[in-house]
């Protein structure tokens, strides 16, 4: 039985996807990640329910109370492509199993940068974050700037490429932090619910806020209703 959810796609940012590649348990099994966890609590074999109302209960003290383990038994895994800004951020959870596209072996293609059509000024009080917008005239002009810089940045690496340089090398004249990169990622479902409750938050920066966002509503909410009910619960809304 293939899940609906397999195979999904969705956009983010201008140039930037999220594709769910696999899950754990399968939906072959016919075992839902919600009762994978139940079960694992039960330490019982896969597919043994006492029930949704007992099993949802189940589910909700284990989060309620830190029990995580049995949430380690489900797991996801997308395939992104996302600007390295956002990168950048994602491996900084070393729980992820992750692994990135290499500029060393693919040549990067000519429109393979982020251009934000909205751009932040820097915090005043926050020297990490940003806050407001500036105004839409002056935000036009900065993308055709960065647009002009992107276009210039691959000339000189097409040149570089064309007169023998490596594509390690070459790559250094690449503007490095709006370049896309398509990458895999794994990750079960007691860790990812940490980034996403970090990474959605609102002081998190933009770019990486849409993906978690993204993974969040159109991925692991689906795939775990009663989880992502307890983990709004506990989780998301324990410290307001």
């Not at 139940?38 to 284990?62: C, P, Q, T």
């Not at 090398?169 to 970090?198: Q, S």
């Not at 770019?207 to 992502?228: D, M, S």
């Amino acid at each position: 039985m293939q899940d609906p959810l397999i195979g999904k796609k969705i956009d983010v940012l201008d140039q930037g996807w999220i594709e769910l590649v696999d899950m754990l348990p399968h939906p072959s099994t016919g075992v839902s990640g919600d009762l994978a966890i139940v079960n694992a609590a039960r330490v019982s074999f896969m597919g043994e329910s006492k029930g949704a109302d007992k099993d949802k209960k189940l589910l909700h003290y284990l989060l309620k109370h830190k029990h995580t383990s049995p949430f380690e038994m489900v797991e996801f895994k997308f395939r992104l492509r996302a600007p390295l800004v956002t990168w950048w951020q994602l491996v900084r959870h070393r729980t992820l199993n992750l692994n990135l596209q290499s500029g060393r072996y693919t040549p990067f293609e000519e429109n393979d940068y982020y251009a934000p059509d909205v751009w932040r000024k820097q915090s005043a009080s926050n020297k990490q974050a940003s806050e407001g917008e500036v105004d839409a005239q002056a935000a036009a002009q900065l993308k055709a700037r960065l647009v002009q810089h992107y276009e210039q940045s691959y000339k000189l690496y097409r040149e570089a490429l064309d007169a023998g340089v490596s594509k390690e090398l070459a790559r250094l004249f690449l503007p490095g932090f709006a370049v896309y990169y398509t990458g895999v990622i794994k990750a079960d479902a007691h860790n990812l619910m940490h980034l996403l409750k970090l990474r959605m938050a609102q002081d998190a920066q933009y770019e990486i806020r849409v993906y978690a966002q993204a993974i969040y509503e159109h991925f692991f909410k689906p795939a775990l209703p009663w989880t992502a009910e307890a983990f709004e619960q506990y989780i998301v809304h324990a410290d307001r």
